[in-house]
């Protein structure tokens, strides 16, 4: 099953599942969630009413499966386009095997489209909150910059070393293009 349309009731989905771990109570997953209520107890009764809903049980059950059968399919399509690859390079095909190479990275979690990160700052709920979070945190924006230039700077050091071997394919991550040895052994022979 996909991720559900509405974003708020995906978000609670997937609240629920690491709510619950932390015992939060159903009408705090709710709220965390972006959902508003006038009290506690009006956001456990909608909470409760949302639990009810095909789509959000549906999601929920699923995302609390055991992740086991998601490797092996991992693992499958892995050994599927490294079939490919091999046979790309072999008929020099090499847009063929750079798309398969790139395929295999973004099954590895290496390359992705988009980044999501969450991280709770204070309870706010968008942007704007999260700032507001961070200068009063660091005290002063020159305080807030600094901080965050660090961070841009070990991100930027992170990524730089993290090429990775896929299957013995050096990816570069992060990049659109997919470095391989291959291709320069087989020009040297």
């Known amino acids: 099953m996909p991720q559900l349309r509405n974003i708020r009731r995906e978000r609670f989905a997937q609240n ?28 456990d009764v909608n909470a409760c009413r949302l639990l009810q809903q095909p789509d959000v049980a549906a999601r929920i059950v699923e995302l609390a499966a055991p992740a086991k059968t998601i ?66 945190e660091f005290g002063s924006v020159a305080e807030m910059r600094a901080c965050l230039n660090d961070i841009i700077a070990q991100a930027e050091e992170i990524a730089a070393e993290q090429a990775k071997a896929i299957n013995g394919h050096a990816v570069v991550a992060g990049a659109d293009t997919v470095l391989t040895q291959l291709d320069k052994a087989e020009k040297v022979e």
């Open 16 to 43: 629920f599942i690491s709510g619950k771990a932390q015992g939060l109570s159903n009408g705090r997953i709710y709220m965390l969630s972006g959902y508003t209520a006038k009290s506690v107890e009006a956001a």
């Open 71 to 136: 490797v092996r399919d991992a693992e499958h399509f892995m050994g599927k386009f490294e079939q490919v690859f091999q046979g790309s390079i072999k008929a020099e095909q090499f847009g063929n095997a750079n798309r398969s190479a790139e395929l295999q990275a973004r099954i590895g979690g290496v390359l992705t489209d988009k980044l999501e990160v969450s991280v709770e700052f204070g309870g706010a709920r968008n942007a704007k909150e999260v700032v507001a979070e961070m200068l009063r």
